[in-house]
Every structure is written in structure tokens, then in C-alpha cells.
């Protein structure tokens, strides 16, 4: 099996083409101090490599490693996080793990149902991201959503009864682990098929841009669209993609490339698998990173978050990471490599910012443990929750397929058949 | 809408020409005198919900006062907007794509929020005219045209829509809006419902569909039989100036996802309709002739073939009913109903393919409700499991054609 896909680890910045004929395409101003980590301005080469770029106006910008800035950072005595924040990240993604392995547990017990995908390995990605966002910024989804919705602030209770199908879900037990929605915290969902949330996505940054531009609001909200690498093929990905690069909607594209669409290899279904490459063929920067430190994933969300808070544009972030278990609970995973599992498991995320907290004296041992205690609890409280709240009744059957429950229609008697009593009932004939 | 039935009339007789369609050009509106004579009959027959305000949407009461007879959203529109025994006052002439052009800017100028996103309905106006002059009125960005992306244009309206924008999505030919499915399916309609109620997709998708002159297979399709199945989203279609207008206004304000089905052979059509502001009702029907002897069910460009069959059948001493349902999805079974109960008999006429269309479906609905009332089956008329030729003639044999409307009528009501 073919573990030969090496990650580049660099982050190259794509400057526009250089004859804008198009008035809308404005240059990217690169702000020249605070500059985008792929920059090749303030950033000296360590170890660069080059690459081509097809339609560079200048010479092959020198390309430089996430890692590497990483580094320098670190050198000048300037941590990348401060103790709290620090902490909220590690809380975060151990909420995401460990509620990804109550899943596990409680599937296997019969507690919930269905298709379930399990977020294990990728906590990185959600919580460099989401941890960046407010309240009113959007995130939308794919399958493997439960840990986007955990980070973007649903409780675990919502999310775990929402698993087991009941009524105090977020859902209301109707949409299950791939429709995670709150409207609350801007959780867009949560789609079963993949690639059809990017468009939502896409519309979303649309009203930001709407209310900024046409209702003069101060609107400042971004949307992050989550999704893999088998969508990178999809049509709705580069549809999306063009339509954000050409009205400098506020999104930031993300893809969680796991190398894995079910048993299908990434390099099996790609014809170019650089996905971040496909971002400047559009007219956007396209970043690639490693999706296993939390602290990179962080580094180039600010940049991008900022990019679009500002009205420069989407952004296309590759995230190189990995699932530790299968696609779903019912994959039984034998195609991957175990030389290639073991290589990932050891850049566990979780562990890398374990380390960097410990290392560089952010916290000890014991306040680690003390979370990771506060979230085991949080987590079986959410299970004895979910398990406690009731399953929906027959009333709920008819509710909320129309916001307008006359869309039912009419009746032979005359009356809407929302106004039948056997509605409420979940009984009528519609 | 009596100037309608009137024209279909006068156009029937002047294109018993030998392709025997209507040439929809010539559909005109005649003087309000006749206007009036019908209206009156109208208003008489709706009186009873004399002081229903609000255009049939709230005639959830109305409808539980009323004795038997079909209330009628024409009726009560006519009945609130003008008094109850003279006709509508000036009203002003237009054309179905102005009518539909006249709803959106209205709705547009009464909340910032509704917006249209398309392609080429912007600057070049949209492909049959019925954005013309909106971007220069509200912007490119209100007005938005879209690169030819119909799934992600799609999905993009209804990303904005959950997010609180109400966007009226175009499709230039229905038939586009095929590369759509999954977003109208999955997302539009479903949505709503897998967010427990948290999201609502207030959008409406628009477009022209049906059989046209010659416009080859692709460009002639009925989407509607495709759309219906789908849970959570209503759909309607439009045939005159009058509810394409008040079609197009109550959809934009509906809370739910409603899909209107414009014809493209029906843009042309003039009608005088009111100066003052009006709805219609999206889940009713509306009477277009009340008869006796048949009541024949009919929607969108095919009211006009089943109004033209209509006149020769009344020369041959028949006296049809004929209904447009307008809501393709759900069905108005009061006034369906209510009409089978007088009449007896039922002739569906459609557009769509015979396979699983809205006929299809209607016939199965009206079997299951008022199958005590039937003295014959129910017969339905629809358009042949053919991909639409190209050829004129081929094309005529594909849809239903007046002639066969009237041998149809003959036969049930023997």
C-alpha cells in the first residue's frame, strides 16, 4: 500500500497573476509586517525548496516550512500561546477525543445507530480553527461532525442525545451524527453527502457579505467550511471555490486531508493530490500544513480568519492529518497500512501540545490530568443525560418538515390539514 | 381573470389553425365590461367570506363558516380588493413576465433581505426578461449573477437563506435546475426538518419549464414530476398575468422552500390586473370556468389548451368545470373535492410525462379521497413518455392537443 504520499510540509503564498484585468480580482495586499506565514518576505529560507509556479511574476518564491517558522518563533523567546489559551486548546481536543470514544463505546452497546464517523486523530484541525471563531461566525460540516459542533460550542449533552435519537438532541432526535445543527452557535451542519455543505458554506459567507455591503450592518462574520479530501473532486468544491474567489466572500475552505475516502487512497482518486495548489488556480492562497500540531493549524487559521474578517477573500487550507480509526464504525479498516497507522499515532495531537504545554512550563502535569478528569466526567454525564431524556413521540412526526405547516396543504374538508388534530398527533394524513 | 378566459376563448377560435395550438401572442385582454359581468358572478358566489382581509390566508377561518361551495381565492381576492359589486378600478395591463417582474420588485422594495441570484438576471436581465431592470435598481450584489453553476448556486441561496437572507433563485430553464437536485432535495427540502426546525430555507426557485416551440428535448422538460416527491417543499405554478404575480409575492414572503413553475410559452400573455397589492394563496386552486358536467383538472400552459377544448365542447352542449390546481404540490382537495362531488367525473390534463407525473399523483389522490363520488374512472391526459422531438409535428403529438381534450370529455360523459 502506497504510503509514498511524503508531505511536502511547505506553505507556499500564491500571489495573484500579475496582469489584474479583472477589475474585481484585486491584488492581495500582504500586510507587510504581520505577514502570511507562507510569505517569502520577512521569512529567510532554511531548508526551501522550489517549486514551480506556472504563473509567478516573480522568480520561485522560496518556500518555507511551517515548522521552520514554528521554530524561529520559539527561538526568539516568543511562545505561539499563552497559558490559557493553551488550555482551552487542550481541553478542546480532549473533549473531542473522548467524547469520540464514548461514541465508539456506546455504539457498540446499542445505543446509537446508523452510519457514525468518528473524528480520532484529526482534533487539530477543529480546534485550531473553531477556537479562533466567535459565536456568530458559521461553521458547516460533513459527516464527521460531532467534534466541529463540540468545538463551535454545542454541549456535549445536545450532541450525545442527539446520537442516541432523542428528544433534548440538538436535532430533537431527527437529524442523527451526520446533521448536527445549532443555530445558536452558528453550526450550519453536519451533511451526509460530502461536498454539498461547501455550497451552504458559500451562501452563508454570502449574507455576511450581504449585510455588510447591501444592509450596511457591521458584519464581520466568517464561515468555515470543513470537508475532506474525496470532496476535493468533487464539482461542488471548484464551483464554490470560484464563486468565493470571485465576490471575496468571507470563507475559509479547509480540507481535512485523512489520505483516506473510505478504502479509496487519496493518490488513488487524484490526478494532482497537492489539494492547497488548486486554491491559487482560482485566485486564492492555498496553504498547506500539518494538521497534527494544533499550533500550526492555528498559526495560518489567524492569518486566514483575518483575510476574510477583512474583505480580502477565501483562503484554501490543506490540513495533512489522519483518522486513528476507520471511516466510519462500521469500516473495518483493513486496507491501511499499520506502518503508516503507527507513523500517525505518533504525532498524536493531543500528545504533541501535551508536550509543548509541559516543555515550555504552560502548565504541569496535574492541571492536564484535572482537565482531562473534567472531561471524562462531562462526557458520561452527557451519556447518563442523553440516556435519561426521552425518545421523541408521535407528535413529532409531522412537526418541523415545513416552517409554514400550511405547506401541507388542504384537506378535502376545507381545512389546512395542519389544523387536524391528529397532526399534533403525528397521526393525520398529509 | 374572466379577460383571460375570454381571450383564451377568442384565441382558440382564431388558432384553429393547422398545428391547433394557441398561439399565446394573441391572448389578449378584452374590455373591463366583460371583466365585470364575471366578476360579479365571482363576487356572488364568494360572498359569504365578504370580509376575509387577507387574501386567503387566513381563510382558514373563512372556510370553517362557509357553507358548501368552493371558496374561491379568485373570489376573495376580488371580493377584498374592489367592493363587492363593482369591478376592480383602473387596474393596468401587462405582460406575465412583467406581472412576475412587478411581484419581485415589489417584494424587493419591501424587504432588503429578498434578493435574486441567477444566471444572467442581473445585467442582461434575466433570459426571458423578468429581472430586467432590477440590478440597475438594486445592485449587483441584490442581483447577483452567478457563474453557471446550478448546484452551488443553488446551495449557495440556501446557505444565505438559513442565514437569514430570502433569496429568489433563478434557473434559466427548469430543466437546469436537474444539476441542482441534490441541493433542492437534500438541502432545500430537508434541511428544515434535520435541524430539528432550527433552520428555516425561506427561498423560492423560479424558472421556465414545459414544452415549448421546438426547443429540443433538454429545453422541454417538467420538473415537477421529478420535484414532487421531495418532503418539505411546496410548488406552484403560475398561468396568468394575475397569480403569476400574486404567486411570485406569496411565495417570497412563505417561510417554506416553494418552487414556482413559470411556462415558457406563457410570457407573453397580457392581462389587466389590479394597482393595489395582492397575494395569492399558495395551496389553493383556482376556478377558472364552473361547470356541471365534468370537472377537468388542469395546470399551467394546458389551462389554455382545457379553456380552448372548453369552447367547442360548450358549442357541442357540454358544460365543463375546469380548475387550475396552481399548487402542483400540495393539492387543493377542498376545491378539487367539492368540484368532484358535483360533478362526477374528473379529466386530468397535464403537461407532464404520463409516467409518474402530477396527473399521476392526482389521479391517485383523487381514487383515495372521493372515490364515492366518481361515476367514471378517473382519466388523465398527459404528455407522451417521449423525449420532446424537435420536429413541429412530432412535437405537437407529444403534449395534449384541444382536440383530444374534447373526444376525451365526449367519452367520459357518455
Redesign the interface.
Known amino acids: 500500500m502506497a504510503t509514498a504520499f511524503a508531505p511536502t510540509k511547505l506553505t507556499a503564498t500564491l500571489p495573484l497573476h500579475g496582469s489584474q484585468e479583472n477589475r474585481l480580482l484585486l491584488p492581495i495586499r500582504l500586510a507587510p509586517h504581520s505577514s502570511f506565514l507562507g510569505s517569502t518576505r520577512s521569512l529567510t529560507a532554511h531548508s526551501s525548496r522550489r517549486l514551480n509556479h506556472a504563473h509567478a511574476t516573480r522568480r520561485s518564491p522560496p518556500v518555507v516550512g511551517v515548522q521552520e517558522v514554528v521554530k524561529e518563533k520559539k527561538s526568539i523567546n516568543s511562545l505561539l500561546i499563552t497559558k490559557e489559551e493553551g488550555l482551552v486548546l487542550y481541553e478542546d481536543m480532549i473533549l473531542g477525543r473522548s467524547f469520540e470514544d464514548m461514541c465508539a463505546q456506546m455504539y457498540y452497546r446499542g445505543k446509537m445507530f446508523g452510519f457514525v464517523h468518528l473524528y480520532n486523530g484529526q482534533e487539530a484541525v477543529s480546534t485550531g480553527f473553531i477556537k479562533l471563531l466567535t459565536k456568530s461566525d458559521?461553521v458547516?460540516s460533513t459527516y464527521r461532525d460531532h467534534v466541529h459542533a463540540l468545538s463551535k460550542g454545542v454541549s456535549a449533552r445536545a450532541v450525545m442525545s442527539e446520537l442516541f435519537g432523542k428528544v433534548t438532541?440538538?436535532?430533537?432526535?431527527?437529524?442523527?451524527s451526520m446533521?448536527m445543527?445549532?443555530?445558536e452557535h452558528n453550526m450550519?451542519?453536519?451533511?451526509?453527502?460530502i461536498g454539498?455543505g461547501?455550497?451552504?458554506?458559500?451562501?452563508?459567507?454570502?449574507?455576511?457579505?450581504?449585510?455588510r455591503?447591501?444592509?450596511k450592518q457591521d458584519c464581520e462574520d466568517v464561515t468555515v467550511a470543513f470537508f475532506g479530501d474525496g470532496t476535493c473532486n468533487n464539482?461542488?468544491f471548484y464551483?464554490?471555490l470560484?464563486?468565493a474567489a470571485?465576490w471575496k466572500l468571507p470563507i475559509i475552505f479547509v480540507v481535512e486531508n485523512n489520505l483516506w475516502a473510505i478504502g479509496m487512497s487519496h493518490l488513488r482518486a487524484t490526478s494532482d493530490p497537492e489539494i492547497w495548489k488548486k486554491g491559487p488556480a482560482f485566485g486564492m492562497p492555498g496553504v498547506h500544513v500539518d494538521g497534527m500540531d494544533v499550533l500550526k493549524v492555528r498559526e495560518v487559521a489567524k492569518e486566514a480568519v483575518t483575510r476574510a474578517r477583512r474583505g480580502e477573500g477565501p483562503t484554501l487550507v490543506e490540513c495533512e492529518t489522519y483518522r486513528f480509526r476507520g471511516h466510519s464504525l462500521a469500516d473495518p479498516d483493513e486496507l491501511r497500512d499499520a506502518a503508516e497507522k503507527a507513523k500517525y499515532a505518533a504525532r498524536d495531537p493531543i500528545a504533541a501540545l501535551k508536550k509543548y504545554l509541559i516543555e515550555n512550563n504552560l502548565a504541569k502535569e496535574a492541571e492536564l490530568k484535572s482537565i482531562e478528569k473534567k472531561i471524562d466526567e462531562l462526557v458520561e454525564e452527557a451519556v447518563e443525560f442523553a440516556d435519561a431524556s426521552p425518545q421523541p413521540g408521535r407528535s413529532q412526526l409531522l412537526?418541523?418538515?415545513?416552517?409554514?405547516p400550511?405547506?401541507?396543504?388542504?384537506?378535502?374538508?376545507?381545512?389546512?390539514?395542519c389544523?387536524d388534530p391528529k397532526f399534533t398527533e403525528g397521526t393525520a394524513q398529509? | 381573470m374572466s379577460a383571460i378566459l375570454q381571450g383564451a376563448g377568442a384565441g382558440a377560435a382564431a388558432a384553429l389553425s393547422p398545428f391547433n395550438s394557441i398561439d399565446s401572442n394573441k391572448l389578449v385582454a378584452h374590455s373591463r365590461s366583460s371583466l365585470s359581468v364575471r366578476s360579479k358572478r365571482y363576487i356572488v358566489a364568494g360572498s359569504d367570506e365578504g370580509t376575509n382581509k387577507s387574501f386567503g390566508s387566513s381563510s382558514l377561518i373563512a372556510r370553517r363558516s362557509q357553507p358548501l361551495m368552493i371558496p374561491n381565492a379568485v373570489a376573495a381576492t376580488k371580493a377584498d380588493t374592489a367592493s363587492s359589486s363593482t369591478p376592480s378600478k383602473s387596474g393596468h395591463e401587462l405582460l406575465l413576465f412583467e406581472a412576475l417582474q412587478e411581484g419581485l420588485e415589489e417584494e424587493m422594495d419591501r424587504d432588503p433581505h429578498v434578493c435574486v441570484m441567477g444566471e444572467d438576471v442581473g445585467h442582461y436581465g434575466g433570459s426571458y426578461k423578468v429581472t430586467k431592470g432590477l440590478a440597475d435598481k438594486f445592485g449587483d450584489l441584490r442581483v447577483l449573477d452567478t457563474p453557471i453553476c446550478e448546484n452551488a448556486f443553488t446551495g449557495m441561496g440556501i446557505g444565505a437563506a438559513m442565514t437569514g437572507l430570502r433569496p429568489v433563485i433563478e434557473g434559466m430553464n427548469m430543466g437546469f435546475l436537474l444539476l441542482a437536485f441534490n441541493q433542492i432535495s437534500n438541502n432545500c427540502g430537508m434541511l428544515h426538518y434535520t435541524s430539528g426546525g432550527q433552520f428555516t430555507i425561506p427561498v423560492v426557485i423560479r424558472g421556465p419549464g414545459g414544452v415549448g416551440r421546438q426547443l429540443g428535448a433538454e429545453h422541454s422538460q417538467r420538473l415537477e414530476s421529478y420535484f414532487q416527491s421531495i418532503p418539505g417543499i411546496q410548488m406552484v405554478a403560475c398561468s396568468t398575468p394575475y397569480n403569476a404575480k400574486g404567486l411570485m409575492k406569496a411565495a417570497i414572503r412563505s417561510e417554506n422552500p416553494v418552487i414556482l413553475f413559470e411556462h415558457v410559452l406563457l410570457y407573453n400573455l397580457k392581462e389587466s390586473i389590479p394597482d393595489e397589492e395582492y397575494i395569492c394563496n399558495l395551496e389553493e386552486a383556482e376556478m377558472v370556468r364552473p361547470g356541471e358536467h365534468i370537472t377537468i383538472l388542469t395546470y399551467s400552459r394546458m389551462r389554455y389548451h382545457a379553456m380552448q377544448a372548453a369552447k367547442t365542447l360548450v358549442n357541442k352542449g357540454y358544460d365543463p368545470e375546469v380548475i387550475d390546481i396552481r399548487s402542483l404540490k400540495p393539492f387543493d382537495l377542498h376545491t378539487i373535492g367539492n368540484s368532484v362531488k358535483k360533478t362526477h367525473r374528473v379529466l386530468i390534463v397535464e403537461e407532464c410525462m404520463r409516467t409518474g407525473g402530477i396527473g399521476a399523483s392526482l389521479t391517485a389522490a383523487i381514487n383515495e379521497n372521493f372515490h364515492d363520488y366518481l361515476d367514471a374512472p378517473v382519466m388523465c391526459l398527459s404528455s407522451q413518455d417521449v423525449p420532446t422531438p424537435y420536429a413541429g409535428t412530432l412535437e405537437e403529438w407529444t403534449v395534449v392537443q384541444p382536440a383530444q381534450i374534447v373526444t376525451a370529455v365526449e367519452q367520459l360523459c357518455q
Not at chain 1, 399 to 404: C, K, P, R, S, T
Open positions: 458559521s458547516v438532541g440538538c436535532c430533537r432526535g431527527q437529524g442523527g446533521h445543527f445549532s443555530k450550519l451542519g453536519g451533511f451526509a453527502f454539498e461547501i455550497p451552504v458554506a458559500t451562501g452563508a459567507a454570502f449574507s455576511s457579505k450581504y449585510r455591503d447591501v444592509l464539482g461542488q464551483e464554490c470560484n464563486m470571485l412537526e418541523n418538515v415545513f416552517a409554514d400550511k405547506g401541507f396543504g388542504i384537506g378535502p374538508d376545507g381545512r389546512y390539514r389544523e398529509v
